[in-house]
Antibody
Framework: EVQLVESGGGLVQRGGSLRLSCVAS????????MSWVRQAPGEGPEWVSV???????YSADSVKGRFTISRDNSKNTVYLQMNSLRVEDTAVYYC?????????????WGRGTLLTVSS | EIVLTQSPATLSLSPGERATLSCRAS??????LAWYQQKPGQAPRLLIY???NRATGIPARFSGSGSGTDFTLTINSLEPEDFAVYYC?????????FGQGTKVEIK
């Protein structure tokens, strides 16, 4: 089955750190660009970061210098290391596959993992 | 950063009616515009990519149009499962951005 499964969310204090994981299955992970997208309660989605199959990384300004995306193709896994967490980082974090043909949309999403940052 | 503005915020319709959703970009995104459907407690699901291409498994009642700054998602003959929130998203370049959403609710 083609799927993405996130894990690692939880309750963290402001200023703390956490690492999210996303395991892919059912497709050739190493050939795909992968992204993290988050969604705060009651809000629309917000793109966070992307890592290309070749390793190039782009990140939103709101997380630059604090969040780091990485991947391990041997484990079919993409990670999001989150440091210096803020209350406004509270959201459901989704792992998403970048659509392969044009690379301009996200064609497969996980179910998400909830991060709550307390003050 | 490109801002996407969706209208209306809420659309109240009955099953069988047609839904027309709008998305306007603050600058041209060419055809690099996608539409997603999201139901409560679920992840977004890709419906349309590159403005007018249906994603795999998406019914033909969903169609997209537009280019540049003005885009439309049309749902012909609403089915009960179509009542949800719809988001547009652009990726002319990074950062990708999303609209604030249009909720299609049962009248």
């Amino acid at each position: 089955e083609v799927q993405l499964v996130e894990s690692g969310g939880g309750l963290v204090q402001r200023g703390g750190s956490l690492r999210l994981s996303c395991v892919a299955s059912g497709f050739t992970f190493r050939n795909n660009h992968m992204s993290w997208v988050r969604q705060a309660p009651g809000e629309g989605p917000e793109w966070v970061s992307v890592i290309y199959s070749g390793g190039t990384i782009y990140s939103a300004d709101s997380v630059k210098g604090r969040f780091t995306i990485s991947r391990d193709n041997s484990k079919n896994t993409v990670y999001l290391q989150m440091n210096s967490l803020r209350v406004e980082d509270t959201a459901v974090y989704y792992c998403a596959r970048v659509e392969q043909w044009l690379g301009r949309s996200f064609d497969l999403w996980g179910r998400g993992t909830l991060l709550t940052v307390s003050s | 950063e490109i801002v996407l503005t969706q209208s209306p915020a809420t659309l109240s319709l009955s099953p069988g009616e047609r839904a027309t959703l709008s998305c306007r970009a603050s600058q041209s995104v060419s055809s690099y515009l996608a539409w997603y459907q999201q139901k409560p407690g679920q992840a977004p699901r890709l419906l349309i990519y590159d403005a007018s291409n249906r994603a795999t498994g998406i019914p033909a009642r969903f169609s997209g149009s537009g280019s540049g700054t003005d885009f439309t998602l049309t749902i012909n003959s609403l089915e009960p499962e179509d009542f949800a929130v719809y988001y547009c998203q652009q990726r002319s370049d990074w950062p990708a951005t999303f609209g604030q959403g249009t909720k299609v609710e049962i009248k």
